[in-house]
């Protein structure tokens, strides 16, 4: 059964924008019922166990890039089993979601959302380094040149996205050249360019019980 992502940010409470320009709209159901689905309104003095509050900061964080539970469950055992401390780990597991393929056709402004990031990636419109790669989860590295297909840039839906690709404010790791359509990865992401105001090392807890 799909998922209703507008419930995902009532349920949280914050807006992750998993729905792109409608999120920056007075559509945005959070606006019109800023309180979790199933109520009438919000309760007052609403409060959490550490366990919920754990568990709310990990639903944030893994909504806001769109990432399964699996793939991300995974992202962090293996991030614990080399660094074993909370506190170290944190980066890295920023540098690993940003660094999806899905995210950075998102960042670029190529996509409303990582959503949208991996419906196109899927549909085989990009190249890395000159090579198709159809799988958002692919890590991106310094260095990675990314563009769009040739072709694809006579399709309506691109032709749209490369008149308000000018509005894009990249991040300091990437680097755009909008006349050729491409990209490069020119640096790491830091801890800064996750714009989601998640508590990370909550996360790491709630995956360490």
């Known amino acids: 059964m799909k998922t209703n992502t507008c419930k995902i940010c009532r349920r949280t409470g914050q807006k992750l924008f998993l729905k792109g320009e409608k999120c920056y709209s007075a559509k945005c159901p959070l606006i019109r019922k800023p309180y979790p689905p199933g109520q009438k309104k919000k309760k007052k003095g609403r409060s959490f166990s550490e366990y919920g509050k754990e568990l709310m900061e990990k639903q944030k964080i893994r909504n806001w890039y769109g990432v399964s539970e699996r793939q991300f469950k995974k992202y962090i055992k293996d991030i614990l089993s080399k660094k074993g401390k909370v506190e170290d780990a944190s ?110 090392s909550s996360v790491f807890e709630f995956y360490s019980r």
Do not use: C
Not at 121 to 128: D, K, P, R
Not at 146 to 157: D, N, Q, V, W
């Open 91 to 200: 980066l890295d597991l920023i540098q690993k979601l940003e660094k999806r393929l899905d995210n950075v056709v998102f960042r670029l402004g190529f996509a409303s959302s990582t959503t949208q990031g991996r419906q196109i990636i899927s549909h085989s419109h990009f190249l890395v380094n000159g090579r198709t790669v159809n799988i958002p989860s692919y890590q991106v590295k310094k260095g990675d040149i990314i563009s769009l297909k040739e072709g694809k840039r006579k399709k309506e839906f691109f032709k749209k996205v490369l008149l308000t690709m000018k509005k894009v404010n990249l991040p300091s790791w990437l680097e755009i050249d909008k006349e050729k359509v491409t990209a490069k990865v020119i640096g790491e992401p830091s801890l800064n360019d996750s714009e989601i105001p998640v508590k990370i």
